[in-house]
């Protein structure tokens, strides 16, 4: 007698690569790593591929190179990896605001906006001091800034997928479900 799949419903096939694109904090690596599981696709964090290539710390590479540095490194590594097919790509909360890394992100990937309030977010990366942007500056008022910089980008994305302050696993949820529909009028 042949085997039956549990799950009546389709499993979802990514035809190219999802980048999740969003502010530090808002959850694009937990909930990514979480989403490629679930789509068993691979998983790729952009900044700890950056991490790989420059043998240094994001926060290191912020300090010897700058930001334009970093950023220049950014471009490069996320280029490289979004032609390695279907996969989910985690992306730091401004790869998506520089105009060529948009761009390559954009024509590469299905770019997935996960947006959250602000407050949950300051919440999430309050006392955390790997987030170079962030040191010594209070975390809302980093935020604020950060989102009148950078939702007229993130706004551009191919899907919005509102997050809340929920668990992982209904985050992962909601963005298969608006993947689903996004695909299916592709």
Do not use: C
């Not at 009546?8 to 979480?34: C, D, N």
């Not at 490194?73 to 890394?101: C, H, M, N, Y």
């Amino acid at each position: 007698m042949p085997e039956t799949s549990k799950s009546t419903e389709p499993r979802l096939i990514l035809p190219r690569p999802v980048a999740l694109v969003g502010l530090m904090g808002v959850g694009k690596t937990t909930v990514g790593r979480r989403l490629a599981e679930a789509l068993a696709v691979p998983f790729r964090d952009a900044d700890e591929e950056i991490e790989k290539a420059a043998g240094l710390s994001v926060s290191d590479i912020f300090a010897a190179f700058g930001e334009a540095g970093f950023r220049d490194g950014e471009q490069k590594v996320i280029s490289r990896l979004l032609d390695d097919g279907p996969q989910i790509l985690a992306t730091g909360g401004g790869a998506f605001v520089q105009p060529a890394t948009h761009d390559i992100i954009r024509q590469k990937a299905v770019t997935v906006w996960l947006k959250t309030d602000l407050r949950v977010i300051a919440r999430r990366v309050a006392n955390r001091n790997h987030r170079p942007l962030l040191r010594d500056r209070d975390p809302m008022e980093v935020l604020r800034e950060h989102e009148a910089k950078r939702y007229p980008f993130y706004a551009k994305a191919d899907i919005t997928v509102d997050t809340g302050d929920q668990s992982h696993g209904k985050s992962v949820e909601l963005v298969i479900g608006a993947l689903k529909r996004f695909l299916e009028t592709k």
